[in-house]
């Protein structure tokens, strides 16, 4: 099992940028497929961008693209979440997620094994 550690969170006015991490700890094994997830107040958590570890191949919410880039370092055992361009719908707890199986184009968070306990992220206009 990975144990997942995020940071980089905090407020940022409209339009802003901030950069999210996720740290995978003492463990010798990456996610085969790392996520971020979000969920604001009231409202169901919806997958934001993913990532194959090996192949690199990524994939990202309608909401997000051309704003946010997903990357990961597999020799730090590192996932980072860069967001550019925020505005206020991007107000979330944001989560690092890990699974060992297929499904990373689906963003739903069936299958993920592991979870950060989240970074929160507010957007002020």
């Known amino acids: 099992q990975v144990q997942l550690v995020e940071s980089g969170g905090g407020s940022v006015q409209a339009g802003g940028s901030l950069t999210l991490s996720c740290a995978a700890h003492?463990?010798?094994?990456?996610?085969?497929?790392m996520a971020w997830f979000r969920q604001a107040p009231g409202k169901e958590r919806e997958g934001v961008a993913s990532?194959?570890?090996?192949?690199?191949?990524?994939y990202y919410h309608d909401s997000v693209k051309g704003r946010f880039t997903i990357s990961r370092d597999n020799a730090k055992k590192t996932l980072t979440l860069q967001m550019d361009n925020l505005n206020h719908n991007d107000t979330a707890m944001y989560y690092c997620?890990?699974?060992?199986?297929?499904?990373?184009?689906?963003?739903?968070?069936?299958?993920?094994?592991?979870w950060g306990r989240g970074t929160q992220v507010t957007v002020s206009s």
């Open positions: 997620a890990a699974r060992s199986t297929r499904g990373c184009s689906a963003l739903e968070s069936n299958g993920y094994e592991t």
């Open positions: 003492e463990y010798s094994n990456f996610g085969y497929c």
């Open positions: 990532i194959y570890t090996q192949a690199g191949l990524t």
